[in-house]
């Protein structure tokens, strides 16, 4: 990632000040690059994109990824408020989202096994929580556009 490029971009998207902002990559990703965005050190939004090297196409479309969760903000789903999504940042697709405070669960591991993580165990609870009675969307429905490696 070309770190003065998104700078200069997440600052228009943002209308915070590029001297201000920095980004900090969170590890605990597997398949998309994530960084938090910090404005004068404080989180203020999350920014995804594509790792380097050759990719497929299906395993890493954020604007899938994006529609999706922009579709998701309208309803009672919780999901982070998504900003803007540029097709090519320094050569990759990317998205900005707000940031939202909270546990971070750093592998699978710690998912199927809630008890031994309290981080774990209030993000099972939360989702829980959030999709309990709720029907899924059907065919195509939350921006997916179908797909959906079925």
Not at 32 to 57: C, H, I, K, Q
Not at 131 to 142: D, I, S, T, V, Y
Request: proline share 9%; net charge positive; with cysteine.
């Amino acid at each position: 990632m070309e770190v003065n490029q998104a700078i200069i971009w997440l600052a228009g998207v943002t209308g915070c000040p590029a001297p201000s902002l920095s980004l900090e990559r969170l590890l605990a990703g597997r398949s998309n690059v994530t960084y938090r965005v910090l404005a004068d050190g404080e989180p203020r939004w999350v920014l995804r994109t594509t790792p380097s090297g050759e990719l497929l196409s299906s395993a890493h479309d954020l604007a899938r990824e994006f529609r999706v969760q922009k579709a998701l903000g309208g309803t009672s789903v919780p999901v982070p408020a998504v900003v803007a999504f540029c097709e090519d940042l320094a050569g990759r697709p990317a998205y900005c989202m707000q940031f939202v405070a909270g546990p971070t669960v750093d592998s699978a591991t710690a998912l199927r096994r809630p008890e031994g993580s309290p981080a774990a165990d209030k993000v099972c609870t939360s989702a829980a929580r959030s999709l309990g009675g709720r029907a899924p969307p059907g065919p195509g429905g939350a921006g997916g556009g179908g797909g959906g490696g079925r």
